[in-house]
């Protein structure tokens, strides 16, 4: 498997931990910025309009840059959407915070997909985006189960 590829499928990885733990840490997180369950289920669909807002924009701002470029720049912004929710000081920023997350999401998973059949034979191009998306599948998997008992046992 080419380094990239690799690559794509760890940021996917870290995209769909992050997109689906909030679920399992909401009464954690309720709890802890003195919320109801329902106001932090807001956290979750803060990060779904981070998606769908994200995806058209910036597919649409990034459109002639370089694919890798797009993707570093991509997974910059949703690296510094989790620290900001990370060291979020209550239940607004970080609600900010999961939007600035999501906002990378779509735009991700598009020019990885396309970048992911780059690196491959003709005949290998759709088993190298399904590599890629073998991220996503394994933080469902494990990486969202593990992240939520860490969130759950250590706060």
Known sequence: MPLALLAL????FGIGTTEFVMMGLLPDVAADLNISIPEAGHLVSAYALGVVIGAPLL??????????????????LFVAGNVLSGFAP?????????????LP??????VGAVVATTLSAPE????????MFLGLTVANVAGVPVA??????MG
């Not at 499928?9 to 996917?12: F, I, N, P």
């Not at 999401?105 to 598009?110: E, I, M, P, S, V």
């Not at 290998?124 to 590599?131: I, P």
């Open 90 to 102: 209550d239940y607004h920023w970080l609600l900010a915070a999961r939007f600035v997350s999501g």
């Open 124 to 131: 290998r191009k759709a088993r190298s985006v399904s590599l």
């Open 59 to 76: 597919a649409a701002v990034t459109a002639r840059m370089s694919r890798r470029k797009v993707l570093i720049g991509l997974m910059v």
């Open 9 to 12: 499928a760890v940021g996917a």
């Open 105 to 110: 999401h779509g735009a991700f998973f598009g």
């Open 148 to 153: 939520t008992l860490m969130g759950q046992h």
